[in-house]
């Protein structure tokens, strides 16, 4: 059904709204495309979250498969493993993608990732575990790729108008793919198919979707085959945009990329501390609540497929629902300001989780406080999707040629935000069964989600920087109103 609506499209099958672009077109099909090709990136990266416990415990699916023998140490190396190979490509994504295309980048990167889902089951009953911490490892690389090209890809197709509103469409695939993942693989698991179908199932959807992405998709506008010239004009030349010409300039941009003024930027810099703040409370999240649940309020989710989706899925909902407000608020009389837009969701999306936290540092052992604290859980994890449309998308506000590349360089230093917040709960939880020590754990999260957003909101900017284009660093060209608006004398631009 999807792919039958590119023929359509291809034949101008849709109508204007308003002079401002169709109102379905091919930026839309290529978004759906994007959100399906994170759903399986993610599924690829979940799946031995849940394949682990089937691989260990011939009880918890079909005895006809292998068991191994790993203990809590080798298990924590191969959860781990991924993100050893994933910090190391985030910049280096971003960069390829500006020059080569986000197209060609985001193809080999899942790709290259299924086909070694494929391997997987086969490393493990030959190589043990070591040759499965290389694989995993190796996947990262090729998924490190995946966010940067992203954010280039959405920066050549979304219209200023329309920015948050798909990039959080988008974004919403990675949940989707997990929530699938975690739901059906204990299924699967327990099937005649056994847990190596865990890993093959994913790996072959993406490499389907590889090819379909490469057969139907461009990296720019300009190189789309089936879009009109009105739709073509309505996202290269909306609000915020860039010159019609940036769209097939890539390699002229990227080879003169403005390291300096990036790093050196007060809104970028701003940026990375909010895109850090957030991977630490999420990813305190992710990996400690569990544990909290069992030690403190004696319930194992981490088993539970179903119950461990629900904040994702949750997620999901929220998504549409965030993306539904921003609308509502766009169509207002009087216009919201794209600062304000950014700074209200990015404050739905921090802030909410930090009060939740605050909660569950208060929560004890007992069967309502039990379902208290999935109420809590799931409220944090899932309000968090409203800063899809805060610091998520302000890569392309501050930035459209270099998105891709600002992506890189945030999203790897949120990585080791999400490296190194377990090793600190580590060293504060030294009793798991200490609700004390727990509600530390909170307090300090909740008070890095407050920073995060504060910062965000007094320094966060969202007006196209100088530095975006080539050309002002070479010859003495007229700034827009866009680029010299919101400019702050506390703030290099």
């Known amino acids: 059904m999807v792919l039958g609506c590119f023929g359509s499209c291809c034949r101008g099958g849709y109508t204007n709204i308003n002079q401002t672009g169709p109102r379905f077109g091919v930026r839309h099909l290529q978004c759906i495309l ?68 986000a197209k060609y980048m985001l193809f080999y990167g899942v790709l290259i990732c299924s086909c070694l889902g494929l391997l ?52 919403s695939g990675s949940q989707f793919g997990t929530v699938i993942m975690l739901s059906v693989s204990g299924y699967i698991a327990s099937s005649s198919l056994g847990w190596p179908s865990i890993f093959y199932v994913p790996g072959c959807v993406g490499i389907v979707w590889a090819f379909v992405w490469l057969y139907y998709c461009a990296s720019t506008p300009a190189e789309h085959a089936g879009i009109t010239p009105a739709e073509r004009r309505h996202i290269e030349y909306s609000g915020q945009a860039r010159r019609p010409s940036d769209a097939g300039r890539e390699s002229t941009q990227s080879s003169s990329i403005p390291w300096l003024k990036i790093l050196t930027s007060g809104p970028f810099l701003v940026l990375v501390l909010a895109h850090c703040a957030n991977n630490w409370g999420f990813w305190t999240l992710l990996t400690e609540i569990p544990t909290f649940m069992k030690s403190v309020l004696g319930m194992d989710i981490k088993n539970n497929g179903p119950l461990s989706a629900l904040p994702y899925f949750a997620m999901i909902l929220l998504t549409c629902m965030f993306i539904w407000l921003s609308d509502v608020l766009k169509q207002r009389g009087t216009a919201v300001p794209l600062s304000f837009s950014r700074k209200f969701f990015n404050t739905l999306g921090m802030w909410l989780p930090m009060v939740a936290l605050i909660g569950l540092g208060y929560i004890t052992e007992g069967e309502a406080n039990v379902r208290l604290a999935i109420a809590l859980l799931t409220l944090a994890v899932a309000t968090n999707s409203a800063t899809y449309l805060g610091f998520h998308v302000n890569h392309i506000d501050l930035a459209p040629n270099y ?91």
């Open 34 to 101: 994007v959100f399906f090709g994170l759903a399986v990136a993610y599924a690829l990266r979940v799946n031995l979250s849940v394949a682990i416990v089937a691989m260990t415990d011939r009880n918890a699916s079909n005895p006809d498969f292998p068991e191994f023998d790993w203990d809590e140490s080798v298990k924590s190396y191969l959860l781990s493993s991924f993100f050893w190979g994933y910090v190391v490509t985030q910049v280096p994504g971003g960069y390829l993608s500006s020059i080569y295309g």
């Open 120 to 171: 997987t089951p086969f490393c493990a009953m030959t190589g043990g575990w070591k040759l499965m911490v290389f694989l995993r490892s190796v996947q990262g690389l090729c998924q490190g790729v995946i966010f940067p090209s992203t954010h280039t890809f959405l920066s050549k197709w979304a219209p200023a108008e329309e920015r948050g509103r798909l990039v959080g469409y988008c974004y």
């Open 403 to 493: 998105a891709g590349t600002l992506m890189g360089i945030t999203n790897c230093a949120a990585n080791f935000m999400s490296i190194l917040a377990p090793l600190i709960v580590g060293l504060i939880v030294t009793d798991e069964t200490n609700p004390a020590q727990w509600r530390i754990v909170f307090f300090f999260t909740a008070f890095v989600y407050f920073m995060g957003n504060t910062l965000f909101m007094l320094f966060g900017r969202t007006n196209v920087q100088r530095w975006n284009n080539p050309m002002s660093r070479t010859s003495q060209s007229v700034a827009t109103p866009e680029m010299v608006e919101e400019q702050s004398p506390l703030i290099s631009s």
